[in-house]
Nanobody, 120 residues
């Protein structure tokens, strides 16, 4: 059974930083791309970032480019999202998702989400 468990969310002031983690299990982590997707309450889902299975190719939404960094540790089956220069509009529930292939911006499994709140 695929399991994705996010952690690292919380309350941070504007301009601050957070690092999200996602522990993956139940599948061969090194075979699949992974993404972060976020949702603001009352609004739709917004794709944030994608990393390929090897960790050497990444993509970002324009809204986070230059501020967020996605990475993965295949030895630890863990996905990360380093978030710097946070803004109030980054407030959302952040989901770790698994791609059905090595490099495809789609999601076939989702974690339970972790709340990130950016507020003074």
């Amino acid at each position: 059974e695929v399991q994705l468990v996010e952690s690292g969310g919380g309350l941070v002031q504007p301009g601050g930083s957070l690092r999200l983690s996602c522990a993956a299990s139940g599948f061969t982590f090194t075979n699949y791309g992974m993404s972060w997707v976020r949702q603001v309450p009352g609004k739709g889902l917004e794709w944030v970032s994608l990393v390929n299975n090897g960790g050497d190719a990444t993509r970002y939404a324009d809204s986070v480019k230059g501020r967020f960094t996605i990475s993965r540790d295949n030895a630890k089956n863990t996905l990360y999202l380093q978030m710097n220069s946070l803004k109030s509009e980054d407030t959302a529930v952040y989901y770790c998702t698994k791609s059905p292939t090595t490099w495809l911006n789609e999601s076939d499994h989702w974690g339970q989400g972790t709340q990130v709140t950016v507020s003074a």
